[in-house]
């Protein structure tokens, strides 16, 4: 419930900082900029991966560009769900969608990101690998991966 909280109050202060910025984003009271948070959120969690999944190919086409055309249309979509948040044109909800994504990366949820250590193993037979493997790693040192 916490973390709910924490990543809600992370998208809310991007969401403020967005229309800080641009002048294409608006909103009259700190209610609709809650709200409009609490949209984003559901719609990301919804939307964003049903129209991933639809434009697949132009995501692949595009390196992952496409994914920032994504964004904006959710923030568009948020835009026309809440009264009191406005986003005005494409190029808001672009740049809109990507200081979002960038305040989200940076002071996001940092617990969802995993550690996983790397460890090579040179000049062993498979078997001594294999029986290093076997024991349980030490609590808190996460995966490790052989190669």
Same mark, same amino acid.
């Not at 132009?58 to 390196?63: A, F, G």
């Not at 790693?137 to 490790?144: L, S, V």
């Given at each position: 419930m916490i973390r709910a909280l924490y990543r809600w109050f992370v998208t809310v202060l991007a969401v403020a900082l967005a229309a800080y910025l641009l002048d294409g984003i608006t909103y009259e009271s700190y209610? !609709? @900029?809650g709200v409009?948070? /609490?949209v984003l959120g559901l719609l990301n969690m919804i939307l964003r991966p049903i129209l991933t999944l639809? !434009? @697949?190919p132009?995501?692949? /086409?595009?390196?992952g560009l496409f994914l920032f055309v994504i964004n904006a249309i959710t923030l568009w979509v948020t835009g026309l769900l809440v009264s009191?948040?406005?986003?005005?044109?494409?190029?808001?909800?672009l740049l809109g969608g990507l200081i979002?994504?960038?305040v989200n990366l940076f002071i996001g949820d940092s617990k969802k990101r995993s550690k996983v250590q790397v460890r090579m193993n040179r000049g062993q037979s498979r078997k001594a690998v294999k029986s290093a493997n076997d024991s349980n790693?030490?609590?808190?040192?996460?995966?490790?991966i052989d190669i």
């Open positions: 209610v !609709s @900029l409009a948070a /609490l639809l !434009s @697949l132009l995501v692949i /086409l595009s390196l009191g948040f406005d986003v005005v044109g494409f190029w808001s909800a979002i994504s960038l790693p030490p609590p808190g040192k996460g995966p490790i």
